[in-house]
C-alpha cells in the first residue's frame, strides 16, 4: 500500500531534550515536506525537501532540523524543543509539479507536547 | 507569494441538504487547486485536485469543485451530504515548476451535519 509512515503518533517531551520525528514513504517520490498544524493558522510548512541532500526552510524553520540521506526518509529534528512547538505535525510527500500525479500523500501525523 | 481565504471557519448543514465550501486564491501566475479533508484524529485526504483541462473536477465521496480563474475561486460542493462528512476541509493552492512544489493551505472550514 502507497502511504507515507510517521513515528511516534504522539510525544511528550520536556523542554530542551531533543527529540526526532521520523518519516518514510514508499513511493519514491522526490519531494517531501513537514508542516506543523495549529488551530485557527491551518499548516504551515517547516522544511522541504525537492531530492536526496537537497533540502531548504519553509515558513516556519526556526527551531527545527531535516536530513534527506535516502530518497524514502526525512526525519524531522527538535534539538532543544521549547513549548511553542507544542502542535500537530504532518510529513508529506509527492512527486514534482511537472509530474500529472503531482498531490501530496500525508502521514498520519505526530501530536506533540512539550512541557 | 500565493494564498488562499477559506471565507467560512464554520458551516453547519442538514443531513441530505447541499453544501458549498467556498476557497478563494491569489497568485500572480497559473496554479494548481487542491481540496484536502481531515477526519477527526487522522490525517489529511485529498479530495480532488485540478492541474489542468475541465474546469468541473469530481473527487471522491461525491464532491466536486469548479475552477473559476476570472473569480480566483475555486468552491466545493456536494449535492447531498451525509453524517460521515462531518470534517474539517482545506483549500490549498500551489504553483507548478516554482521551485518549492509547495502547497500553500487555507485555514479550513469545519462542516457539521446536523441529523
Redesign the interface.
Known sequence: EAQVTQNPRYLITVTGKKLTVTCSQNMNHE?M?W?RQDP??????IY?S?NVEVT?K?DVPEGYKVSRKEKRNFPLILESPSPNQTSLY?C?S?P???N?N????????TRLTVV | AQSVTQLDSQVPVFEEAPVELRCNYSSSVSVYLFWYVQYPNQGLQLLLKYLSGSTLVKGINGFEAEFNKSQTSFHLRKPSVHISDTAEYFCAVSVPNFGNEKLTFGTGTRLTIIP
Open positions: 519531494y515536506s508542516y485557527g493558522l491551518g499548516l504551515r510548512q522541504y525537492m531548504d519553509g504532518f508529506a509527492s514534482l509539479t511537472a500529472t503531482y498531490g501530496y500523500t500525508f502521514g498520519s501525523g
